[in-house]
């Protein structure tokens, strides 16, 4: 993967020393210049975002005291060095939250690049945007995080004068772009309540079965589409076919009365769905990828 990338003059968001070593040694077995970036592990997180990618002890990036050396690595070997990637968290509904975040990467890019010696042509201030999963949940105030960056993006370091910066929108642009539907299949009572369990679950969404890094399970918005027009009627649990209690997409919801053919529909699914779920486990049928464009099925 390295070796096509670098062939195709991609550029890496390098992960660790060993990384770069591996991606100078490729570049220079093919003969060609690689364009490089570091991925940065600062000493700060997102405060409040779902996951935290930053501060402490992490898998991803380099440690921030250790970015100048490789910096200055990268352009000794003559490699074309492209900036940064500073990812501190996901998921996250806090708009100072996220401001502070930008303006302390923004701030660390800044610092780092002097050591480096040599301005940043990109600097990649990851995404953390988040959207509203639950009744409690508020939509992200985007005014507040763009008037914030605008301002942090005026006061910068005069060494990221010409530094082009970008963000990760993916989740906050097309998670609530999508829906999952499922049909269920039977309705079963035990112990007093209600099972509605459906030919889907947490092998084509395993976000909305709670099991995907989640702290707390929360269910997604979840709706019985066949009944849209009438109002809850029972209180009962969706689950999936398959056999562990883990398979559940939604627990003790008011929903209209709904019968084996119906259909149930989990709102919020447009990011982290089919591809982020274990879709072999138990070799279930695969779910169908529908694109609705205007009322019309176009792929």
């Not at 390098?14 to 060609?32: H, K, M, P, Y």
């Not at 105030?141 to 008037?147: K, N, S």
Request: hydrophobic fraction near 45%; charged fraction near 20%.
């Amino acid at each position: 993967e390295l070796e096509l990338a670098i062939s195709l003059g991609a550029t890496l968001n390098l992960e660790s020393e060993f990384e770069a070593d591996r991606a100078l040694a490729i570049a220079e077995r093919l003969g060609v210049t690689p364009r490089l970036a570091i991925r940065v592990n600062p000493d700060f997180e997102l405060k409040g975002s779902g996951m935290s990618m930053g501060g402490g002890a992490k898998p991803f990036g380099i440690d921030q005291e250790r970015v100048p050396a490789l910096g200055r690595k990268l352009l000794d070997a003559g490699a074309e060095w492209r900036g940064f990637h500073i990812y501190s968290g996901s998921q996250s509904l806090d708009p100072d939250a996220i401001a502070q975040c930008q303006m302390a990467s923004i701030e660390l890019a800044a610092s780092l690049a002097q050591d480096i010696g040599k301005a940043p042509e990109t600097v990649n201030l990851g995404g953390g945007f988040g959207i509203p999963y639950t009744v409690n949940d508020k939509p992200l105030d985007i005014e507040t995080v763009g008037a914030a960056l605008d301002g942090a993006l005026a006061s910068r370091g005069a060494i990221l004068k010409d530094t082009r910066f970008m963000i990760e929108l993916g989740r906050w642009l097309i998670g609530e772009a999508g829906v999952y539907v499922a049909q269920i299949l039977d309705r079963k009572e035990s112990k007093g309540e209600i099972f509605l369990v459906t030919d889907g679950g947490m092998h084509h969404h395993l976000a909305a079965s709670g099991n995907f890094g989640m702290v707390m399970k929360r269910n997604y918005p979840v709706a019985i589409a066949s009944r849209m027009g009438e109002e809850p009627s029972e209180i009962a649990t969706i689950v999936g076919p398959l056999c562990t209690p883990l398979d559940r997409l939604a627990h003790n919801i008011a929903v209209p009365h709904a019968e084996p053919g119906d259909f149930i529909a989990v709102f919020a699914s447009g990011a982290y769905g089919l591809t982020a779920s274990p879709i072999n486990f138990l070799s279930h049928p695969e779910a169908a990828e529908i694109v609705v464009n205007s009322g019309k099925i176009t792929s």
